[in-house]
Structure formats: C-alpha cells, structure tokens
C-alpha cells in the first residue's frame, strides 16, 4: 500500500518554496546555493543546502580545535575570559537575530559565523603575525587567517578531500574582515568559484585588498562579528584589571551604553531599524561614529596593550622553532615526526601531491590549538601563564 506521507524531496521542495514566501527579496535562496560538485545524498536528503553547510561545519575537526584557541587573551589562567569557540558562537546568534528581523537566510548565516575564524592559528592574532612572518620567510605568501579558512574547509578537511561547501558559504567565509569599520555593507552578487578562486589567490598576495560579501547574509555576518567582540573585549579587559570602566570613552558611552549587554543590545537594535527594506546593513552615523571610537579605544588600550603580552617574543620564537623542526622532518622525510603520524600520513594523495613541504608545516601548525602547541616543547621553554588579575594602572 503505498503511502501518503510526502517524501524527503517533497518536504524539502516545499521548504525551499516556502523561503520564497517568508524571506526577503534581497535574501539567499537554499535553492540557488552552488557547490563544486553535486552530491546525491544532498540532492536526496532532507536538509537544505545551507543547513548541510553548517553541519558540515560543526561537526569538522576545524571546529573541535575552537574550544582552545585564543580569541584576545593567552596564557591566562582565568576560565571565564572569551576563548575563540565562545566568539563564534555570539557571532551565530547576533547575526542571526539580525538575519531574522531583516528576513534572511538563518541557515547560510548560521555556516558562515560557525566558519569565519576556523583559519586562526594557535595565540590568536599575534599568534597570525608570527606564523605570517614564518610564511614570508620560507617563500609563501602572508598568513591570514580567512585564507587559511577556505584552506581548512576546502583542502584539508576530510583528510584532504574538503567538505565540499557552497559558494555562497566559502564567500561569506572569505570576506568576513570583522576589523576593518565600515558604516554600510552591501553585497556584490552574481560571483562564480572562478571569480572566488580568483579573490582568494589575490587576498593572498596582497592581504589590504577589500573584499565584499556576495551575499546580504555574509554581511550581517561580517558586521556581526564587530558586535560580538567589541564589548565582549572590554568585560575581559576589566576584569583583568587592564581598564576601568569609568575610563570608557564618554561620547561612546552617551551612544551604546558601557556595559557588554547595552553595547549589543544598541548596536543589533540599531543596525536592524537602519537596515530593513534597504538590500544592505547600516548603522546609522551617530552609532557608526561612536562604535569606531570604542574600537579605536580597544585597540589602542587592550590590543596594543604591551602588559597582556610579556610572551609574545617567546611564542615567536617558537612559531619559528617549530616550523622549521617540521619542515626539516618533511624534507628528510623523518616518518617518526608527528606532523607524519598525526596529520600527513592520514591526508589523501591528493593533499600530499599538491601541497609543499613550506605549506604542509604551516597547514599543521595553524590547526593547532595553543595547548597543542605548547606541548611540543619541552617544559623549560613554554612561556608561562600570568596572573590571571594585572596589576591596577598597568592600562
């Protein structure tokens, strides 16, 4: 007897029409994603093409390596500080929020937050500089973290094979650039994976070139990930003692509050009223001022801040120590070196048959996490962890 329950196909066709109805003209159509090769247990399941995405990336091992990496503050024994995983799972539900009010596509939304730091190296951005001067040493272009992102997802998952996402996602991935202030994003549509293989080979020669997302999602993301740390950072900071909040910038405070929740709360509030109806994401100029103020503060008081790094030459000294400990293991063809037992030997012919030895030592460095890392030294050269409370005035 046949039966009447409608077919995953069906539901899936019925979702996919129902996205038509509910989201925005301007929004991303699961029907319209496009990947580099078509999957008969996509075409078949039940999913949505984005929904696969975000799975796919949740459960790589990109992913897992979050839980220990840097997002500001290292060697910090201090468990209530941000650690990138806890980052990226504020940039998935603010731009998610905002996705939601402005009818967009939560799904691709929701891949490309999950996957827009999946790139970063072991200590956080400081950790990026020194494996980029490690790079440019040995002949291979800058390290920059939204590269080494599409790296990861597309050539190195899977032992190589790559998890075969859609443009759309990689896009959104790729362009993330959460540092550099803009008071509108709009999208530049109509991209091939010709035109994005190509931004990525030029953001990968020259690391200023300025790219747009393709889709309106990808920017909410890329404007989301700004919400979620600019606050976040300066609650850690305080609570290191590094700041004061009466020291917050006054105008800054007058606009978005001084406090993590205020200062999301009135920057997700106001990019949604400025947004709605316009097919791009703005704040408007009083806040677009005042959250480049605050993040000017940020950097000038927190990032640059010399007293949260007396390791940094340590770690950089160690970035080269281990890159070149790798690199001569690879050239020697050392199989008892882990970078053969825990990452080579178990990638695919592929991998092994177009990657260098310079690009294999920086694949496998960079998906390390700072504990990872750390352990392959003897104790007596791991920089140690400071006190989890700098001393007053230090800022």
């Not at 004061?244 to 978005?256: G, I, K, M, S, T």
Request: net charge negative; glycine share 6%; hydrophobic share 35%.
């Amino acid at each position: 007897m046949k039966s009447d329950l409608p077919t995953f196909q069906e539901v899936k066709a019925s979702l996919n029409q129902r996205e038509l109805q509910i989201l925005s003209k301007s929004a991303a159509y699961s029907k319209d994603a496009v990947r580099r090769r078509s999957e008969d247990r996509i075409d078949t399941g039940h999913r949505q093409n984005y929904a696969v995405d975000s799975d796919r990336i949740l459960h790589s091992l990109a992913y897992a390596r979050y839980i220990d990496k840097t997002q500001v503050f290292y060697l910090v024994e201090d468990d209530h500080i941000t650690h990138r995983v806890l980052h990226v799972q504020l940039v998935s539900k603010i731009s998610r929020t905002v996705g939601r009010f402005l009818g967009l596509n939560e799904d691709l939304i929701e891949a490309i937050a999950l996957g827009h730091d999946i790139g970063h190296c072991p200590f956080g951005h400081d950790g990026e500089t020194c494996l980029s001067e490690v790079c440019v040493k040995h002949g291979l272009e800058p390290y920059q973290h939204n590269v080494q992102s599409i790296r990861f997802l597309e050539h190195i998952e899977r032992k190589g094979k790559g998890l075969n996402l859609t443009l759309q996602a990689l896009d959104g991935i790729l362009c993330h650039d959460g540092e550099i202030h803009v008071q509108a994003l709009s999208p530049q549509p109509d991209k091939t994976f010709d035109s994005f293989d190509k931004e990525v080979a030029d953001k990968s020669r020259n690391p200023d070139l300025a790219l747009l997302p393709m889709t309106l999602e990808g920017c909410v993301v890329r404007i989301a990930d700004t919400i979620s740390y600019v606050g976040r950072d300066i609650e850690d900071a305080i609570r290191l003692n590094l700041i004061r909040r009466d020291e917050l910038p006054r105008r800054c405070v007058e606009v978005l509050g001084d406090t993590n929740g205020t200062i999301v709360y009135n920057l997700v509030t106001n990019l949604i009223a400025s947004s709605m109806g316009t097919g791009a994401v703005s704040f408007s100029q009083p806040v677009s001022e005042a959250l480049k103020a605050l993040k000017e503060f940020n950097l000038n008081r927190i990032y640059l801040n010399r007293s949260i790094k007396p390791n940094t030459n340590d770690i950089r000294t160690l970035f080269h120590m281990l890159y070149e400990r790798y690199l001569k293991d690879l050239q020697q063809n050392n199989g008892s070196s882990i970078i053969f037992s825990q990452y080579l030997n178990d990638m695919s012919a592929q991998y092994r048959d177009n990657t260098s030895a310079p690009q294999v030592a920086r694949d496998f460095i960079a998906g390390m996490t700072d504990k990872f890392f750390l352990r392959q030294f003897p104790e007596d050269l791991r920089p140690k962890s400071i006190s989890p409370r700098y001393p007053e005035g230090q800022g």
